[in-house]
């Protein structure tokens, strides 16, 4: 049984390969992004239920991209949840402003 599909945005292939792991042994249908551009790629053919992107990326980092996808009514009911591995004082204030679901450190 195929559980609803997710993107992965994050540009360390590491980190892309281990979630993309974990959540396709949990059943999890999985396709990863580089980057925000590389993401809006993706999205003009796959609809994932859930987003989870790195908070910092090179160009346009995980709150830019999360609030682009906002500003767009067809990707509205899309859960976007930020992952960042550094814990900074404001930046879960700013990502959910964007209009993030959920923030999660790594």
Known sequence: MTREPI??????PMNRKLTRLILELEGYQVE??????????????????LILVDFQMPGKDGVALTR???RDPDYQEIKIIILTSYDLKGEEEKARAAGCDAYLTK
């Open 7 to 12: 993107l992965v945005v994050d540009d360390n």
């Open 68 to 70: 682009h996808l906002r």
């Open 32 to 49: 990863t992004a580089v980057d925000a551009q590389d993401a809006l790629e993706i999205l003009r053919h796959y609809r994932p239920q």
